[in-house]
């Protein structure tokens, strides 16, 4: 079983930057995939980020040349770094993590102020 604990969300005002992380605990092995995700309230659960077991990573086109994410292997945690960050980022961040079996973190708010 993994666990999946993010934080680092808060209330940052329009062009503020904010550094997410998602650290994994418990058994873990043959990562596949992790990622980044946000639900805006009333919307669907949309991919950020992503980076894979090769290392290659992904970005939604809202999120190139603003968010970056990023690993560290040894400590299992993930990270998001946001910068410019716009009223419309505001949304519960959730991490996942695929192995053999899809996890999920319990998410972090992230509320930009106009």
């Known amino acids: 079983q993994v666990q999946l604990v993010e934080s680092g969300g808060g209330l940052v005002q329009a062009g503020g930057s904010l550094r997410l992380s998602c650290a994994a605990s418990g058994s873990i092995d043959s990562v596949n995939f992790r990622g980044w995700y946000r639900q805006a309230p009333g919307n669907q659960r949309d991919l950020v980020a992503a980076?894979?077991?090769?290392?290659?990573?992904d970005y939604a086109s809202f999120a190139k040349g603003r968010f970056t994410i990023s690993r560290d292997n040894a400590e299992n945690t993930l990270y998001l770094q946001m910068t410019d960050l716009k009223p419309e980022d505001t949304a519960v961040y959730y991490c996942?993590?695929?192995?053999?079996?899809?996890?999920w973190g319990q998410g972090t708010q992230v509320t930009v102020s106009s």
């Open positions: 996942r993590m695929i192995t053999f079996r899809n996890y």
């Open positions: 980076i894979r077991s090769g290392g290659t990573t």
